[in-house]
């Protein structure tokens, strides 16, 4: 036997070894003679080599003749069907579903979720419209946030596939041009709330400086308290957090911040119930102010109330780690009802005994409101300021790093085919990732420093973002999805122009208030500030 005869039948044992027989590839080629010439198409298999192939040959001389472009259109074809193939694992309802969580870590998820800043500025809310209208306000608008949330839940098996997001399920049943104009409001509420959290997060930390120079005694220097100084304190640690790959990441923080919400806000509803002798609030809300300036603090409140009822969107991605049986629609069900209720019965507690505790006087932290309470210990509100740093630190990334999913996939887009099919998602460059990150920071950073108007910025995403998001998109896929009778259809028809209607007057009321704060706030001032 020749030696190129050898080396062929060498060759052709290493791939039958790691691959099975040319006689077994349903487009191989055909077998060589024994003892004749290596066949020319060995050339394009070793070129493979280039790729990560495991049953090339090392010499490397067969490489030179092979068709580059052909090989990189091959290789690419081959990492699509996988992509396709690892999507249908995921999604087809004919496959046995991974999720593991009980409807109890369901209701825990949720309710995390939906508690957050807002309850500390639902008094200031229901100072406005009174102790009746204000708990009726919140009962309807919780139950439309119920409504919602179940209406979402068939989305998540809709024609045949899983949908693990609610951008996936809105692209699957209405089309990606609506999903883009619904989930646009989605991100733009993710930017505001970034920005509210700097506020919130600066005031509590204004307040434990005060309270640590209050401490020390009269003649101790106290490092100076203006607000501006606090956003620039969160915003230095955002910097350092945001170069975090992913959200998952700081996951870990992400369950410590949830229970320090729930611990800030039942102690803001406890302290409210220890007040609610004094009786101080009034059945119509503030009695002072103009019809105008009522009108407007009225709209504003809407907001607020709406900014608390806006995460029914996240019924889906919690349905997805719902283990089955039973069917994740009915324990998802279960869910929704049990989290809004509760949430419902804190924000009533919160809200009204709040109020009626310091009366038409109550600014947009409740919290701030017991500073100067002989009756209340010192040390309470210091541990729920505590909390509110220790959860909003995590938290701005919770809303941060789904936006800068979006400007990576963005910036995928701009540049080069072949440097895209090498970039992935999370994998970008630190340099890259140091600069539009940062620029992030920093933009949410100014806007908290010269806009320090919680309250205002609260509403404007309630107002902005609870519509499309809360009501529009689930209302459309239910009637797409369950087909439900006429009288349904024009129920639900009713109720998506009625709260079209409350959105409006409260994006109204929201940007007055946003105006009216920043009318009389010097921004980089040196006080401190005081929010109402």
Known sequence: MTAGGARTEATAGTAGAGNGSAAARPNGPAAPAPGGPAPAAAAPRRSLDLLGSDDADSNGAEAAAGDEGALWERFHGRRQQQSRQLLRSVSTLGRPHKGHSSWLAGVGHLICATIGAGVLSLPNAVAWLGYVAGPLMIVFCTGVAMASGEMLTPAYRAKGH?????????????????????????????????????????????????????????????????????????????????????????????????????????????????????????????????????TMGVFNALGSILFLNGTPMLTIDIQHTMKEPPPSEITMRKVVRTAFSVSMLLYLAAGTAGYIAIGDGVGTDILVEFENEPQIPEVVPLIANVAIIVHFFPAYQVFAQPLFVVLEQALLRMLPARMRERLAIGSFDWSVRLVYRSLYVCITAVLAACLPFFGAISGLIGALAFWPTVVLAPIMMYLQIRKPPKAHVLALQALLWAMLAVSACALVGSFYSFVQSARNFKPFGGGAHRPH
């Open 162 to 294: 899983r949908r693990p997001t609610f951008k996936d399920a809105v692209s699957a049943q209405l089309g990606r041009r609506h999903a883009a104009a619904i989930i646009s409001f989605l991100y733009l509420k993710y930017f505001l709330i970034t920005v509210g959290y700097t506020v919130v997060t600066a005031t509590a930390m204004q307040y434990i400086a005060r309270y640590a120079c209050d401490a020390a005694g009269k003649g101790a220097s106290c490092p100076a308290s203006a607000l501006w100084i606090h956003v620039l304190i969160f915003s230095a640690v955002q910097l350092l957090l945001s170069q975090l790959p992913n959200l998952e990441s700081v996951a870990g923080a992400s369950a410590v911040g949830a229970l320090m919400s729930l611990l800030y806000t039942g102690i803001a509803a406890a302290l409210a119930f220890a007040l609610v002798g004094r009786g101080r609030g009034s059945p119509l809300g503030r009695p002072g102010a103009s019809p105008f300036d009522k």
